[in-house]
């Protein structure tokens, strides 16, 4: 007598549809919970912005290096806060004019300009000076 033993059973094929909706599900869900960097807004006076330049002192700050030096009327200083309170402290009503030498990056500049508002300075330039 001959039995018959069934089909044979093909092997499952797993539907990836809706694992991958769930993984979008998932990224939609962290991407709208997330918070993000805050960016801090930096007020920088364009050369054309400002009428009352003129009458106000103007301090060129030239930044030499990427580390943060800078050179203030043919002297050579390191950008930390100390040096910088220093600097706003003894020009208190003066326009700081950032130049950049030749191979700085724009990030070090305003990295400088941000150090400068939060020593106290309330006039920061990056126009560069016009020679």
Not at 97 to 103: E, F, K, L, Q, T
């Given at each position: 007598m001959?039995?018959?033993a069934g089909k044979r059973?093909?092997?499952g094929q797993v539907n990836l549809t809706p694992l991958i909706d769930v993984v979008f599900i998932l990224l939609l869900f962290f991407l709208l919970s997330s918070t993000f960097t805050q960016w801090r807004?930096?007020?920088v006076t364009a050369s054309g912005q400002a009428n009352d330049v003129e009458q106000q002192a103007l301090l060129e700050i030239q930044l030499v290096s990427s580390l943060g030096d800078i050179r203030v009327a043919d002297q050579l200083y390191a950008a930390d806060a100390l040096n910088l309170q220093q600097l706003v402290a003894e020009n208190p009503n003066t326009v700081f004019?950032?130049?950049?030498?030749?191979?700085l990056t724009a990030q070090a500049m305003i990295t400088l300009a941000d150090r400068l508002k939060q020593a106290g300075a309330e006039r920061v330039s990056l126009a560069?000076?016009?020679r």
């Open positions: 001959q039995l018959d059973r093909k092997a807004e930096l007020n004019a950032i130049d950049a030498r030749d191979g560069g000076i016009v």
